[in-house]
Nanobody
Framework: VQFVESGGGLVQPGGSLRLSCAAS????????MSWYRQAPGKERELVAT????????NYADSVKGRFTISRDNVKNTVYLQMNSLKPEDTAVYYC????????WGQGTQVTVSS
């Protein structure tokens, strides 16, 4: 099982980024997928989840209306579109499936700063 995140970077407040996560080693289309983030000195938090077929999505209150999770079951990839970014969104972002609790990717750093 492997998760490879990409797409992070430095962006100004109010800007946008699109994160990608390529998954491998399991039947991607059978599992719900989630994005998590961890800011310096804080615990890792769940940001968004999408069901295996993409029919339902859930978001943390802090990102509702600004972030959108989506997936491509042909490409085995999950995405996180982040709009109206705020400095408090600064964190390392990870994707994973909770069906494989021991497996985490390296994450991708998102920094929101002017």
């Amino acid at each position: 099982v492997q998760f490879v995140e990409s797409g992070g970077g430095l962006v100004q407040p109010g800007g946008s980024l699109r994160l990608s996560c390529a998954a491998s080693g399991f039947t991607f289309s059978s599992y719900h997928m989630s994005w998590y983030r961890q800011a310096p000195g804080k615990e890792r938090e769940l940001v968004a989840t999408i069901t295996n077929a993409g029919g339902a999505r859930n978001y943390a209150d802090s990102v509702k209306g600004r972030f959108t999770i989506s997936r491509d079951n042909v490409k085995n990839t999950v995405y996180l579109q982040m709009n109206s970014l705020k400095p408090e969104d600064t964190a390392v972002y990870y994707c994973k499936s909770r069906a494989f609790p021991a497996y985490w990717g390296q994450g991708t750093q998102v920094t929101v700063s002017s």
